[in-house]
């Protein structure tokens, strides 16, 4: 048997290989993880279509300074190990991949451990491990727009600015309804700090994989009454989440998500019933911006669209969007050092995502008027910005209700800081030299 | 014509008693091994080591461990996702806690830590037999994945509840490169095979079958059931940790408990009754099979250039995996060893048919 | 017959009573085997003999009676102990390990006797290796005298039923037992066979004076072979001498009467 | 304490459902000797079916009727079930006869792949709604009583009743059909259940396909409450300490197997929940059922095994 397959699998793999080696000297090439199936399906595949619609909607354009774009998907189920192999089936090919974007925490942990090895970046836009927003110890992950410590800090500000200062939060009550999973669990350390600070009590009600198994967490917010709760969930929980929440009478107007709680799928078939329910909002929301008519012109129009019309302005799908457009301008960011129109290599990618500068001039160019903020990122800050707004669910759409709200960095620094230092020590790396940060 | 045990006789039960009797099989197994050592770490691409060689040894030593439970023992049990979560967990703790611990007793103290919780979890089996202990055993799969996630003294106190390791070397040796790992693995899987050979070929591998065959007539010859399956859960367990701290240490690099979920216990349970139950070339077998298929399934689009959408490429994986499953049930329930064996009897045989 | 002196008593079984749930297997049974003897015990069908064999090596254990081996009195024996003390066994419906090649199904015969830790077996090495050996030469001379060495590597599933049966008495004797319980070792064997099975108990207990206590229905063998015979019916003994004794007992030919024919 | 009786109330509730589930397990094994992992693929191939013609129905016919949709919707998705039914033991079951029960246990397995990949190329991946008119909104009893009430989901009550309906029609089924003496008389003893002339696989196939029936209920019930989506064929490992609780051969396990495991977790998460750091639920089934079966190794009504010599 093992005998059999070495043979093939070789053969098959060197196969592979060689259609990489040989791949058109003009090409970048973006491997794409994605979660069509299973159960977070629901949740990664509007995300899966319009990473790839924008890498499409590039080409139309012209490719990065004529640089032509190729890519290619991988099923990895949200789960980790299936993860790790597509990674090393995609690193090699297309001469070499560009940057991974993971949409998982798990896979995110996973290659964190093989990316430096490999010299490949890992973009997390607004997932992944908090503490890699130091760029100085996580050299090769980026996670741009914002972390679970950012967002969980923004919903504490949100919650203390509607009961009028932060200060009136001392003896209330905020449930953490999450995903038993690192994904889940990264937010908990921020939410105690916040509690320290201000004097809140934090319950938090884990909710095992994948969160269809809800009713006694639900009874237990019945029970301990608290004034929020915060739902950190992700594929079917959250839908679930917010037909306990109705089950059990409590609120939506006090329920906020993360903004991986605040898409469509979340609530679409809960209907009426998740009405007023609130969740953070990654910097965009909903809605049609010059990007997605773009998209719509050039690539739909075409017959070439990835997932169903209607999709595109979704939630979910913009941010696969927004994924992609950090992706391609570290790319072009790293073209002006290195060499306009030349094939850049992770090396390079990566100093391109250290020094990305996308004021709002470039966005509205790119066609980001009003969907997100500008980037910028050092060498030290691998996250960029960490703004972010609450959008709420009237029933039919998402509507913003809330402004611009930056996370602080007084409480995050020093955790990134020490969660960093910590990493460090146990992987025995030093930290990045101002000479370092020039490469 | 070439394979044949005409003139080799055997002169003393020791060479009778040797584990391949037949000098083309002694070859054929040093032509193996030789691939394995030398060859393989020369020609094959990283992708191959990484994923699937790499995957491939360590599952199949998991394997070899769950055979020797219910394939020998005959004690079905679906916690071994557990047993190699208890292992890695365990081996992680060895390291970060003992300064300069070699990575070979970290493992090994890993396998211990899997030994102890799998004779804790095989107690019930002196009473509770067949499919009841099957379910049962679940008990240990949810019961372990959920204290990894909640203690958080296991995970050295990491906020995600995620750990990871690095900076991996062996008697001073490195074990970063594709190849490293791999000739790692296949020199502990190597060892291991030997050893639970040697066990089920002598005394207590008798007791085992003889559990599994026929437990009244085997305690009236003074075998003690306690003995022989808690003896079973504890070999099985240690080399299933051992297996699964490679798993965390050496292929993943970080992980949760969900890389030990209840998917990998039935994952192995597949390799061990397709492979074939009571044969330790059959764990080999059988995780090939595993392993190696879903991969070649959802990799052929792109191999022979069909572009074909992903989720209906995995939805296809998953239905021709089911289909294969169900195919080689029915073809020899007895799994892929069984066929093997009677390919060389056939062969032995050959061109006469009987 | 077989001519070696009958020794002195060596198992009695003292009034034994055994019962599942209501139902009666044994009433107050009570009878004696001496060292060296052929002991048979008769009855038709559901007359409790497999049962009393059951309590003599600890199976079940009865509710009541004590059973008394080489002087030792116990109120219940439990399979190992029996093991330990020298009883061996053979099964009326086939016990064997069917997984397992005839020579493994013999050498758990030996498992009792052999030392060796789990560790050292899995090195395969030094003591553990030697000993496997000494065992394996004392199973092949078994083998020899129950004339099966063409089938030594063969699956004993796979074996015809009179060989099968070969096997059960090979395993028990590899237990090098004081008393041999053989529990119809002819059932469904041809009149051969039959003779074939005869010789060998005769053998083992003239060569190795094993003391051998049998289930048989047919009643030419057991007065042929066995010295005294113990007659049950319903769970009760009704009698109990040598053969001719027994053949001529009032209750035991109306018992047979009753049922055979 | 109104706490605690919303908490039972929910167990209870939970419970119902778990029998159900429970129930296609137990019908199947006691027929046909096969323990059906593929169970849960069974509920959310049978969910699938109906939420997409629910949603078809009315495209190709233009019906408009709710309630007819629906019927009609089930309807089909029955006739699916029994094409899978007959399929199973035609190309499964049929070829498998005495084999090993971890063999059969593993070939339901390989159907339970077939089924997911099967099932969700046909129907596709997304969430979909079944909406059978369940309410939503919660009614609070005995306010007078207890402070805030007892909170009592509607939607649960009417789940719970439906269920305990089906049970205790698939009970009757078993005691009065003829059918149902043939099922109980395979379930006993194939060979005899042959010579007095009951065809197996005709059996078989009936028995898949009333655990079919049974999946329909149950991915209609969950479905409504979570939407029809890939997780639904987990529901099934729910029911597993159910059935070793109850015994693998008991309709009436089953049943008290379910109620009681769904207390147990309910009031376990609840009240132990907190003070160990929650998501107990999950495991604390299992070692239920596990010291049960130490006192009970057949389970609370499985017949005993004695093996005699």
Redesign the interface.
Known sequence: ???K??P???A??????STAAFAQAKEQFFPVL?Y????Y??NG?PW?NGYVDYLKLVNAQGGINGVKITY????T?Y???KG??CY??LK?KGGGATVFQPLS??IT??L???AP?DKIPLITAGYG??ESQDGLVFKWNFPLLGTYWVAADVLVQHVGKREGGLDKLKGKKIALVYH????G??P??LLQERAKMHGFELI??????????Q???W??I??SRPDYVFLWGW??MN??AL?EA????YPREKMYGVWWAGAE?DV??VGD?AKGYNALALQHGAGIAKVHQDILKLVHDKGQGTGPRDEVGQVLYTRGVISAMLAVEGVRRAQERFGRGKIMNGDQVRWGFENLALDQKKLDALGFAGVMRPVSTSCADHMGAAYARIQTWDGTKWNFSSDWYEADSQIIKPMVKS?AEKYAA???LTRRTPEDCQS | MLYRENGQFKTTYARDQQVFPILQDRIGIAL?LL?AFVA?PL??????F???LI??LILALAALGLNILVGYCGQISLGTGAFMAVGAYAAYNFQ?RIEGLPLVLALLGGGLCATIVGVLFGIPSLRIKGLYLAVATLAAQFFVDWAF??VSWFTNDS????V?V??LQVFGMPI?TPEQKYLFCLAIVVIFAVLAKNLVRGAIGREWMAIRDMDVAASVIGIQPMYAKLSAFAVSSFIVGVAGALWGFV??????P??FSI?RSFQLLFMVIIGGLGSIMGS??GA??IV?LP??L??AP??FGIPI???L???LT?MVFGTLIVFFLIVEPHG?ARL?SIGKEKLRIWPFPH | MSHREIGDMILAVEDISLAFGGVKALTSISFDVREHEVRAIIGPNGAGKSSLLNCINGVYSPQQGKIRFRGESFTQMNPHRAAVMGIARTFQNLALFKGMSVLDNMMTGRNLRMRSNLLLQALHFGPAAREELQHREFVERIIDFLEIQAYRKTQVGRLPYGLQKRVDLGRALAMEPVLLLLDEPMAGMNMEEKQDMCRFILDVNDEFGTTIVLIEHDMGVVMDISDRVVVLDYGRKIGDGTPDEVRSSPDVIDAYLGTTH | MG?FL??LL?GLM?GMLYSLVALGFVLIFKASGVFNFAQGAMVLFAALATARFAEWIPHWTGLSNKLLINLFAIGVALLIMIAVAWIVERLVLGKLVNQEGVTLLMATLGVAYFLDGFG?SLFG?????IDVGMP???V?ALEKVFDGGV?V?T??LIAALVAAALVGLLALFFQKTTTGRALRAVADDHQAAQSIGIALNRIWVIVWSVAGFVAIVAGVI?GS???V????S??AL?ALPVVILGGLTSVPGAIVGGLIIGVG??LS??YL??HM???I??WFAYVLALLFLLVRPQGLFGEKIIDRV
């Not at chain 2, 906020?159 to 995620?162: H, L, P, V, W, Y």
């Not at chain 4, 991946?125 to 709604?129: E, H, P, R, S, V």
Request: aromatic fraction near 8%.
């Open positions: 048997m093992k005998l397959f070495l093939v699998a070789a098959l793999a060197a196969a592979v290989i994605v069509r199936t299973g159960a399906a629901p595949v899966a290619e998907e991988c099923e189920g789960a980790t190990d790790v192999e090393e089936r090699g925490t798990g942990f996973a964190t451990e093989k090895g491990r908090s038993d999973s690192p994904y669990k990264e908990i350390p938090t009600i884990p909710v095992a994989h994948p969160g269809i198994e009713k006694a967490a009874l237990q019945r029970q594929g079917v839908s679930t037909k109705i089950a059990t009478g799928p679409k078939d019933g969660a146990e992987k025995k | 193996l691939v393989v020609l094959a691409p990283e992708y191959l990484r994923a699937i995957p491939f970060v996630l909640r906020a995600s509840g995620s990871s690095s900076g970063e292929h993943l690099g970080s992980w949760e969900a890389a998917d080999f077998f090939a099979f190696v991969i070649v959802d990799n792109y191999w959408d992903t989720a490429a995995a939805h998953f892929l093997w | 706490s919303e908490t929910g939970t969700q991946n997304a969430i979909y709604k939503k909104e919660p609070i909170l989901s939607e649960d969950w409450k979570l939407g989506q890939f997780s639904l987990l529901v729910k977790e309910k998460e609840v929940g907190p750091g929650g998501g639920e999950i």
